[in-house]
């Protein structure tokens, strides 16, 4: 059985295991972990948005030093608007990891990856399966392998969890399907 969000439960299907695919050690997801991601995905999403800020705080300085318009109120409001903004971001990531709904994010998992699909197995009868397909981009970190499904949705698997054979499969995998150099 494989679980589900909300509780629900289904059978899943398991392909024969391939005896030539990585097998990592159970590995669970730190809810800090998650954080800290979500909030680097964040940022690299939306870096351009910084630059309002600037321009509201560059066209101020100039209204201030030509003497046209003397506003000190733009910083404080600016300062408040982007700090806050990022603890909205910041609540909402962590408020996912205190959710039921959420917890099998955070659960152990031993992974089976070859280059058809990713075998998550949270014991030899329930787990789940991913296709290749479902990756939308991936990188290597100093720490780990991230693979990305979508906004804020990702695998993160550290180098800590493979052998050293199967890091350098892992990395021949990624490479053949392009998504590191």
Do not use: H
Request: charged share 20%; aromatic share 18%.
């Amino acid at each position: 059985m494989a679980k589900m969000y909300g509780g629900q439960q289904r059978a899943q299907m398991q392909a024969p295991s391939n005896p030539l695919a990585i097998k990592t050690k159970k590995y669970g997801l730190e809810k800090n972990k998650y954080v800290g991601l979500c909030m680097r995905q964040l940022f690299s999403n939306q870096w351009k948005w910084a630059f309002i800020p600037l321009v509201l705080v560059g066209v101020n300085v100039f209204l201030n030093l030509s003497g046209t318009y003397k506003n000190y109120w733009i910083y404080i409001f600016l300062a408040i608007g982007v700090i806050g903004y990022i603890l909205f971001w910041l609540i909402q990531f962590t408020g996912i990891t205190q959710l039921a709904q959420y917890k099998q994010l955070f659960d152990k998992y031993r992974y089976e990856i070859d280059s058809r699909q990713i075998f998550m197995k949270i014991s030899d009868k329930e787990g789940g399966m991913l296709k290749w397909e479902m990756i939308l981009s991936a990188y290597k970190d100093k720490q780990a392998y991230v693979l990305e499904m979508g906004k804020y949705q990702f695998l993160y698997l550290p180098f800590s969890i493979f052998s050293d054979n199967d890091r350098k499969l892992m990395d021949k995998i990624m490479r053949d399907k392009g998504y590191i150099a």
